[in-house]
């Protein structure tokens, strides 16, 4: 388990991935023939809004006569289902055909709002026996024939479902809309619409194990492997070249300025300040703190826990062991290295620091949620367990790991003393400012990551199941190693140029790939899909802001501790007072 605010967001994560994949009513799910499979109808929605769902029931459909709605879980209620029971009967391998489901007649209001859904793709999803099913609920079709209607709109009524199964278990469900079994909504009148469905059976060796394989490529969408491989390739190559430039640069010069010094300290020939240049020069304000310390070391702790979880999320499959109290103590503990005195204040900065922009941005989409009547707005229940969750689990852990962190803080230990006054750092060239070398900074790190971004925001954003962790924590490994060799080089040429004040330095340079994605973002909103509307614009914007500004912080605090790391040796390495 694990402590501080990240708590909430670790336990939503690890709830949201349970949730997603809905719990049947039978436990071992075998069956015998003429048993009742679980069957729900979740929700409807806009194909190109994916965050833009309402009730199953919200449109004219036709209704069981007992309405059981299922009892959701939290990870569901944060996945926004709404699980219902279906109006369809599927009994274990039973075969229907032409099953009449009901008749209804359709209001002009039903027509009306059916038409209007028709226009904007809408889909409806549905679970059976825990497996999704996804089908549209009509068509249009643009009319040549009258130049006064532009476009007519069709209901599907017929729905095949055709169900695979291994000995007493569902393997696989999938539900086909017969093309001929059309109702014609274009006019404004009531309209009589009978809906029926058909039930195929069919027998297959797929192991009952093996049954989700089918949705690693997405329920719309196509797979490429290959374009995984070839992404982690290409990271591997930019990686080995980056190496390759450092070490060829360490040998080359800086090694070289190394022993030199080294051997004008045997030779009882060191040159004063004045007689030294570059990163020598600045040896008594290297190590001076930056400022706005406990700012720094709650960004640092935020950033650090935010690290940890996403990595307990990629290799401990969200449910494995997490230190507890990694955020406060990384924060408090780093501050007090910095010589900080009001540790009870760095926490609350640290509390807030992620948590709070968090916070007012859930507030504010949740409510936006609430105004459009989606399923994406979670309810009082859900609110509950997580203001719960924050205030007897989350605070009590995030202060007592400050309270360790506090207790168990060491000296900073620098190997060079800190001058009492600091040097005065040199007129530098724009190029040397901070926004282009954070500029320069994110670049290569975005390029390791810019491929799987397209798969990872089409499942977070789309209708695509990613399962390919190990791809995605390779490609994360990559990441943290080019962040960190990128920070290192460029604190180096910033020393280089005398200039000591290097901490934030390191820390916007290597959170500089969270704006780079941000930016990617935007190019993914407006060119990569078709979502429309305030509430589904709102809701990937203000939740990407956050997941970026979270990016921002964990590759900030990687950058600032390979930095330190370097740092550290690099003066080590030579004799100073």
């Excluded at 009730?55 to 036709?62: G, I, M, S």
């Excluded at 203001?387 to 995030?398: S, V």
């Excluded at 491929?451 to 990613?466: D, N």
Aim: charged share 15%.
């Amino acid at each position: 388990m694990m402590v501080g605010l990240p708590k909430v967001l670790y336990v939503t994560l690890v709830l949201i991935c349970i949730g997603s994949q809905v719990e049947s009513d039978a436990s071992n799910h075998r069956y015998n023939k003429g048993d009742i499979v679980p069957f729900y109808a979740n929700k409807v929605g806009p194909f190109h809004n994916p965050q833009e769902t309402y009730a199953y029931y919200d449109l004219p459909f036709c209704s069981p006569e007992t309405l059981i709605e299922k009892k959701l879980n939290l990870g569901e209620m944060l996945n926004g289902d709404r699980l219902v029971s279906a109006p369809y009967k599927l009994e274990f391998l039973v075969d229907k055909d032409y099953e009449v489901l009901c008749s209804k007649k359709l209001s002009k209001n039903d027509v009306s709002q059916l038409r209007s859904v028709i226009e904007m793709d809408y889909y409806t999803q549905m679970y059976y026996d825990d497996l999704p099913i996804w089908a549209f609920i009509g068509k249009t079709q643009r009319n040549y024939t009258d130049e006064r209607i532009k476009n007519q709109y069709f209901l599907f009524t017929h729905s095949i479902f055709e169900v695979f199964y291994n000995k007493d278990r569902v393997i696989e469900v999938t539900c086909k809309i017969v093309g001929d079994s059309l109702v014609d909504l274009t006019g404004d009148k009531e309209v009589n619409v009978k809906f029926i469905y058909s039930v195929k059976w069919s027998v297959t060796e797929q192991s009952f194990y093996k049954r989700m394989e089918k949705y690693i490529g997405a329920a719309f969408l196509p797979s490429h492997l290959s374009i995984h491989h070839h992404s982690i390739a290409y990271s591997s190559v930019a990686i080995f070249i980056l190496i390759i430039c450092l070490v060829t640069f360490y040998v080359l010069v800086l090694n070289k300025d190394i022993s030199k010094n080294l051997n004008d300290v045997e030779e009882d020939q060191v040159d004063d300040d004045q007689e030294a240049t570059g990163w020598k020069k600045i040896h008594g304000d290297v190590f001076r703190f930056p400022k706005h310390k406990s700012l720094f070391a709650a960004a640092l702790g935020s950033g650090t826990h935010l690290l940890l979880l996403i990595v307990s999320v990629l290799v401990m499959g969200l449910m494995g062991y997490f230190q507890p109290y990694v955020r406060g103590y990384t924060s408090v503990s780093f501050y007090f290295q910095l010589e900080g005195t009001t540790s009870m204040k760095n926490l609350l900065l640290t509390a807030g620091l992620y948590f709070g922009p968090l916070f007012l941005t859930f507030g504010f989409l949740n409510s936006v949620a609430i105004f459009y009547g989606v399923t994406a707005a979670l309810p009082l229940e859900a609110i509950v367990i997580l203001a719960l969750l924050l205030i007897f689990l989350a605070l009590p852990l995030l202060l007592l790991g400050g309270y360790v962190g506090k207790n168990t803080a060491s000296y900073f230990h620098a190997p060079c003393r800190t001058s009492k006054c600091p040097k005065e750092i040199p007129r530098l060239r724009w190029y040397r400012g901070l926004l282009p070398q954070m500029a320069l900074a994110g670049i290569l790190p975005f390029s390791v990551v810019y491929v799987q971004l397209y798969y990872i925001f089409a499942t977070v954003w789309g209708h695509r199941v990613y399962t390919l962790y190990s791809i995605m924590f390779v490609v994360f490994i990559f990441l943290l190693i080019t962040t960190a060799l990128v920070s290192v080089a460029l604190t180096y040429f910033q020393l280089a140029a005398e200039d000591h004040q290097w901490w934030w330095r390191s820390f916007f340079c290597g959170g500089s790939t969270g704006l780079y994605i941000y930016g990617y973002c935007i190019y993914y909103y407006f060119c990569r899909t078709d979502m429309t509307g305030f509430m589904q614009t709102s809701f990937f914007f203000g939740y990407m802001a956050c997941v970026c500004y979270g990016i921002f912080l964990v590759l900030g605090s990687v950058g600032f501790r390979a930095s330190l790391l370097f740092v550290h040796y690099l003066y080590a390495a030579i004799k100073c007072d």
